[in-house]
């Protein structure tokens, strides 16, 4: 019992960001969480678009959280997988640089202007370059001006968000409606007219491949102790 005790002391502030993020899912104050996950998911079928050999016409996504990359060439199947398990990989590469590094002020800034990036050259929409912009540039200052400790804790709350939405995600649009006979269509139904199996079946490994990613990001992180120590420290710029 003390050794649990002493487990979940070193990592009351996961514990305590989980549960207000999961708290507060559907509300207006994760709503931009929850868009960062979309746009994640958009920039993950752009990325698997240029590295099999195509090329990214656009990018947008919309307050609603729906969200298109139309692509031109390149491996379809690589492109409509890379969605879903895409976004949550980048959410738990940010969660581990959070966790295990000091790299936190380099990766947010990096994430950020990856960001300002794509919404210069591949976006038109609006809303989608206005909100990529103001997030982008949001995460370049905060990396440039405050603490390291800042960076670090937006980090792990991107990351956190992202391995609760994307199996969500997963399920609600995969695998849920087509239990219940619903129409929504979704990346899976791209991968299943290639393979001709059905969209449920791809939704299902998809979501187990995702809770694999979420219990090994989990596994590495919080072999030792993992609270943010809130107090002065080298400018590591």
Request: charged share 10%; aromatic share 10%.
């Amino acid at each position: 019992m003390a050794k649990v005790g002493g487990y979940l002391m070193g990592h009351w502030q996961l514990i305590v960001l989980t549960a207000l993020i999961y708290a507060l899912w559907n509300t207006n104050v994760i709503w931009p969480l929850r868009v960062l996950v979309v746009l994640f998911h958009e920039l993950s079928h752009a990325g698997m678009a240029l590295a099999t050999g195509g090329e990214v016409v656009s990018v947008t996504f919309h307050q609603n959280e729906g969200g298109l990359a139309v692509t031109r060439g390149g491996n379809g199947f690589w492109i409509s997988t890379a969605g879903y398990l895409g976004s949550l990989i980048i959410g738990a590469a940010l969660f581990l640089a959070a966790v295990l590094s000091r790299a936190d002020r380099a990766v947010a800034a990096g994430v950020g202007a990856v960001m300002i990036f794509a919404a210069l050259f591949y976006m038109r929409d609006m809303f989608a370059v206005g909100f990529t912009l103001l997030i982008g540039a949001a995460l370049i200052a905060v990396a440039w001006w405050l603490h390291a400790q800042v960076s670090d804790l937006i980090l792990r709350v991107i990351g956190l968000a992202s391995m609760l939405y994307v199996p969500w995600d997963i399920a609600t649009d995969t695998i849920i409606p087509r239990r219940f006979g619903s129409d929504v269509m979704s990346d899976a139904a791209s991968i299943a007219g290639r393979t001709g199996l059905t969209e449920g079946i791809v939704g299902s490994v998809w979501f187990i491949l995702s809770l694999i990613v979420i219990f090994a990001t989990l596994w590495i992180a919080l072999k030792r102790p993992s609270n943010i120590t809130f107090g002065p420290q080298p400018d590591s710029r």
